[in-house]
């Protein structure tokens, strides 16, 4: 349970700087489009893509919070055995989710990105770096999810 703390204590934080950074780039963007007169050029591909890392692990950390929204018509009318059982179906389901579209088909992603040399045409990264969030999310969801099957943490 110790490394689960320090897992959510890692993701808030990067969380909060990626936050804090795309609200510095934000704020430099409309200054430099209304005070300056002439736009940053590297700043809008920049908020889009702090945009995608803060949904994507934003997602990571909500799944290992339990604050993601749920629908429990159907739980709430089975007994607490059941439920349980439910839990643990619903929690596999998703790990198998999170390992066949985020863990590999992210990694395909970013391997191909890789490959093919692409990057991003302001900042002239590589869009790898860009996707790389994709599998390094699945792969937090399905420790939170074998965490929570494992330590009995369904309800």
Known sequence: MEIRKKIDKILGNTLVFIMAVMVINVLWQ?????????PSSFTDELARYLMIWVGVLGAAYISGKKMHVAIDLIPRKLNKANQIKLKIVVNI?????????????????????????????ALQIPLALVYLVIPISGLLIIFYKISDILNKQLL
């Open 30 to 38: 409309v200054f430099t489009r209304f005070i300056v007169g002439t």
């Open 93 to 121: 389901l998703i790990i198998i989710f999170c390992l066949g579209a985020l863990v590999v088909g992210g990694a395909r992603l970013v391997y191909i990105t890789l490959i093919l040399e692409q990057y991003s045409p």
